[in-house]
């Protein structure tokens, strides 16, 4: 396989690390988080927020998204913690009922391995789902890190997870490549000095990504091995 032609411009080769994110870049998890939302809406009595509105507040961790709904709700902001644990304990429970990969996922990985190029996974969904959503799509083995949100000291936007890869393997950032589809991935890239790829059909909370200046805007996963 010749050299992808992102690759071939940014790198002169195959990227020295590539870090992925999670939700809205290779799965859509959205119905099974809007399904744990509602769980803690119906608990609380409240009007059910439903898929396509929980779809417009992914993105910024779960509680942020806890503080949304409980706003959205008017449910007084006291409620977070006892939500959190509603939505937690239902979540864990339905994790992977509805949630479905994006296409050509497994292709881009399988390219990346077998070019000799370590993959981590970095989002900031809490770290105790992390592993059993990969374990499911039987992707676990791919990566040779699997970061959440609570891993380290900071998560993304934050370079920290991403530096944290790159030094361990001592690959120069301007060599790494960040993909992933919000502000939040481009922020981390932006921070660490990686080359960005972000896709259009994530969870972008409304922000035009063009404008944003990352390296390259995809529909598809599989543009960055043309």
């Known amino acids: 396989m010749k050299t992808p032609k992102y690759f071939s ?3 002169d080769g195959w990227p020295e690390l590539v870090c992925l994110d999670l939700d809205g870049t290779l799965v859509d ?9 509602d769980a803690f809406l119906a608990e609380f009595g409240a009007a059910l927020a439903g898929e396509e509105q929980v779809r417009a507040w992914v993105g910024f961790g779960s509680a942020k998204l806890i503080d949304q709904a409980l706003e959205w709700a008017s449910i007084d902001s006291s409620k977070h913690e006892e939500a959190y644990r509603i939505f937690l304990m239902h979540y864990r ?26 993959i981590a996974l970095i989002t900031n969904k809490p770290s105790v789902f992390v ?15 699997l970061l959440g949100g609570d891993t380290l000291e900071e998560k993304k936007p934050s370079a920290m997870p991403l530096l944290h ?3 361990s393997i001592e690959a120069l950032p301007e060599k790494c490549l960040m993909i992933g589809d919000s502000i939040t991935d481009f922020k981390a890239a932006n921070n660490a000095g990686f080359k960005c790829a972000l896709v259009t059909y994530g969870y972008h909370q409304g922000i035009d990504l063009a404008a ?3 390296d390259a805007i995809i529909d598809d996963l599989a543009e960055l091995l043309v």
Do not use: R
């Not at 429970?93 to 000799?116: E, I, R, S, W």
């Not at 990969?134 to 992707?139: G, P």
């Open 212 to 214: 944003l200046g990352a």
């Open 93 to 118: 429970a339905h994790l992977t009922d509805k949630t479905t990969l994006y296409p050509n996922v497994k292709a881009l990985l399988k390219a990346f391995k077998h070019h000799g190029v370590p």
């Open 131 to 145: 592993k059993p959503m990969m374990d499911y799509f039987e992707l676990t083995e791919q990566f040779g890190w």
């Open 165 to 167: 890869c790159s030094e």
């Open 9 to 11: 411009a940014w790198f």
């Open 29 to 37: 998890s959205v119905p099974d988080i809007a399904n744990a939302v």
